[in-house]
């Protein structure tokens, strides 16, 4: 591994351009083949294999991304090794969001697994599969908070809760990382996107954002503090602009938050092409300008598409816009992690290997019962649910999205094999046996988006209708199959295409004709079993007072399908919990569970007059097919220091015949202090599973960091005596309480 004083030889010997090539990424997408290429390409991205090449080979850039072929690194790699004059090898970053050839669970599902260990166990294997082909990091996790289902990338966090969200961020770090990412199947963990992006206006994916400072430090920044703390070695910021100041510009938060603050030491990238949009946001004069003040806001690497502004960076420091010693600051940055990497001692990645470890079996069980363990149970009138494989002997699968190999992925995967991935109708079929029969209907079209996304074309294509489809006979079909069947297993949702980056929308309804499909099953009789396919809350308010059995599924991967019929067959119960407040309506938005009592409390179900303000699943829920009775909540002390902390504990039994999955959770309230704190908040939490008649006891520790908040007055963390209100229960309505007193 190079030391640090050999990484400062290998500084004096660079040029400010040779610099500024190790401060750029570059796009290097593997092209499709020409007929697959969308007729309306760009012609310049047809050129950018040879550009690629050539800033490789001239030290012009230091790192890729986007290459996921082992060979086609290893290429790459020479290029740099061998035939640029440094020979300072690349570092290859990737998109390995939830998953690189095994898909797991789409992020948002596995925030409401609420289970750190097996979130961290499932972004061990993306690692273990990106590192095979040769990608030493990934942009990844994306630890937003995300307030607004409107906002497409709400998909890829963890919800509306800082508590939480922190936890499924030091989880994402260590599942990507292990020990250092420097350690064989490990990666660089890049929590992303610094800071506030989830709060964009009307939820419009890159507009701006204005945060309040007490919203920034209570709500916002605790998972990039935890991620950071954690040890993730990079960090990349956001496109919008934050409280006025781009944020891909703000030396607030790159130098004085993340740097002087938190003491991290790791790098950080540009969002793609956000250094450059410095100019378009009439923020910088032009690129030099732009690569100047994001490279002394504290931003040390460009990811760029074309023309990176960082290759001003030497005129920059000619004209005195910015100092050598600032680029050195960076380039060691960057060539540290590579060190760690590993990258000066073995550059290449083993060809031969990479096959081998994308083939683990292992990877598919752990992607399964991430699934399982990501679905929430929303509703389950009359025990609908688990099935009786014995006593049905006919299922009725419906819906389009019961059959997309490619829509149960969810979107942000590129390197999956459809081939392998098990739809809901295979899932059902491999699980209810010989004698049933099992039959599917599309029921309704393939809906598609107004505006296309920018995925589809060079990254994939759109789901269409199969040859000859005719929605108005395939509707009836559908029908009359749920008539004649015993159960429906209906599959309602989004196309994988409707979110996620530049996927925001105005309403939350079912697209297309799913509802009227939905109630046109309903309508004959014959139950129905509701799976959702989603990464955002969606409108289910008619099904949640008319279908019995409503299991949100998200996006749950290769494996989806499997872990659905072990769900629906009872072969595990399911016992994720939402990470969110599901709203009845967008006119509801923001709708959170932690907010302040404000004036008239007793109203805070009715603040609309024409719909309950209330949730139509409040954060935190979710059911198991056993039942769970929480009793004796207790404190350990009744009055401790501002300094102490109190343990907190409760008994939860299973009052069921059939084991319980639970998720027991700590709420608490801080009656009165220096600011209005909120009504609830999450600070503790557990996923247990407790078989029939057992009884578990479960603790919680409530320490200062548990009770301090940033307060806007004073500009700085308080940790006020109050009486504190406790509750403890399955979702953030729990109402087992007990109360504690911090004195002076
Ligand atoms: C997204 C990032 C992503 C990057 C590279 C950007 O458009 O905002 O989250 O990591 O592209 O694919």
């Not at 290429?75 to 061998?82: F, I, K, N």
């Not at 420097?182 to 964009?200: C, E, N, T």
């Not at 990039?224 to 703000?250: Q, W």
């Not at 129905?528 to 279908?547: I, K, S, T």
């Amino acid at each position: 591994m190079l030391t640090e004083s050999q990484i400062d030889e290998l500084i004096d010997r660079m040029t400010p351009a040779e610099k500024a090539g190790q401060l750029t990424q570059l796009f290097s997408f593997t092209l499709p083949g020409e007929e697959d290429l969308p007729a309306d390409v760009d012609a310049a991205l047809l050129q950018l294999p040879k550009m690629v090449a050539a800033a490789v080979e001239s030290g012009g850039t230091g790192a890729l991304l986007f290459t996921s072929d082992p060979a086609e690194i290893n290429r790459l790699q020479r290029l740099a090794v061998e035939g640029s004059p440094l020979g300072i090898p690349l570092l290859f970053g990737f998109d390995v969001i939830h998953g690189f050839r095994t898909i797991l669970p789409v992020p948002i599902a596995m925030a409401a697994t609420w289970d750190p260990a097996t979130i961290e166990r499932a972004q061990s294997v993306a690692a273990r599969e990106a590192r095979a082909v040769g990608i030493h990091w990934t942009f990844a996790p994306m630890v937003d908070i995300a307030r607004d289902p409107r906002w497409g990338r709400i998909i890829e966090g963890a919800g509306e809760d800082p508590y939480l969200g922190a936890a499924v961020a030091v989880a994402q770090v260590r599942g990507f990382q292990g020990d250092g990412p420097g350690d064989d199947d490990r990666i660089i963990a890049g929590p992303k996107h610094f800071a506030g992006y989830g709060a964009s206006l009307g939820g419009r994916d890159y507009d701006e954002v204005n945060i309040s400072d007490s919203e920034l430090w209570n709500v916002y920044l605790p998972p990039f503090a935890a991620a950071i703390e954690a040890g993730a070695g990079n960090v990349m910021t956001a496109y919008m602009d934050l409280n006025g100041i781009p944020a891909s510009g703000s030396h607030w938060l790159f130098t004085e938050v993340l740097r002087d603050t938190w003491g991290f030491d790791g790098f950080v990238v540009s969002d793609a092409d956000a250094v450059r949009s410095l100019v378009t946001h009439g923020f910088a004069r032009d690129m030099t300008d732009a690569g100047a003040r994001a490279l002394n806001a504290g931003v040390d690497m460009e990811m760029a598409v074309f023309d990176p502004a960082f290759a001003k960076l030497p005129d920059a420091v000619a004209a005195g816009a910015t100092g050598e010693e600032a680029l050195d600051r960076s380039v060691r940055r960057v060539l540290a992690a590579k060190a760690r990497m590993g990258l000066f001692d073995s550059p290449y990645v083993d060809e031969a290997r990479a096959p081998k470890v994308l083939a683990d079996p292992a990877h598919r069980e752990v992607a399964r019962t991430t699934a399982e363990r990501s679905a929430v149970l929303l509703r389950n009138e009359g025990h609908l649910l688990p099935l009786d494989p014995n006593a049905l002997t006919s299922i009725a699968v419906i819906g389009p999205l019961a059959v997309s190999r490619r829509d149960i992925l969810g979107p942000w995967v590129f390197a999956q094999d459809l081939g392998e991935t098990i739809t809901v109708l295979d899932g059902i079929r491999a699980r209810a046996g010989a004698h049933a029969r099992v039959d599917h209907a599309r029921g309704v079209s393939v809906v598609r988006r107004r505006y296309k996304s920018p995925f589809e074309g060079l990254l994939g294509r759109a789901q269409r209708d199969p040859e000859g489809f005719d929605e108005a006979t395939e509707f009836e079909h559908a029908v009359t199959l749920a008539s004649n069947s015993d159960v429906a297993v209906v599959v309602v949702g989004e196309w994988q295409d409707m979110i996620g980056e530049a996927a925001s929308r105005t309403g939350i309804e079912l697209p297309g004709r799913q509802q009227e499909l939905l109630e046109a099953i309903a309508a004959t009789g014959t139950p129905v079993v509701l799976l959702v396919m989603n990464g955002r809350p969606l409108d289910l308010c008619w099904a949640a007072e008319h279908v019995p059995a409503i299991l949100d599924i998200w996006y749950p991967g290769t494996q989806g399908g499997a872990a659905v019929a072990n769900l629906l067959f009872g072969d595990v119960a399911p016992g994720g919990k939402l990470p969110f407040s599901w709203p009845r309506s967008v006119g509801q938005v923001p709708l959170i569970y932690s907010h302040t009592r404000s004036q008239a409390p007793e109203n805070q179900g009715r603040r609309y007059w024409d719909e309950p303000s209330t949730p139509l699943f409040p954060f935190g829920y979710g059911l198991s097919y056993g039942t769970v009775e929480y009793a004796n909540v207790v404190a350990d002390q009744s009055v401790i220091s501002v300094h102490g902390t109190v343990t907190v504990s409760v008994d939860v039994t299973n009052t069921s015949d059939t084991n319980a999955d639970e998720v027991v959770q700590l709420y608490i309230h801080q009656r009165n202090g220096t600011a209005s704190r909120p009504v609830r908040e999450l600070k503790g939490f557990r996923r247990i599973t407790i078989a029939p008649d057992e009884t578990r006891s479960v603790h919680f520790e409530i320490g200062p960091a548990e009770r301090r908040y940033w307060n806007a007055a004073v500009k700085d963390w308080v940790n006020d005596t109050s009486t504190f209100d406790v509750w403890v229960g399955g979702d953030s309505r729990a109402d087992l309480a007990t109360t504690f007193e911090v004195a002076r």
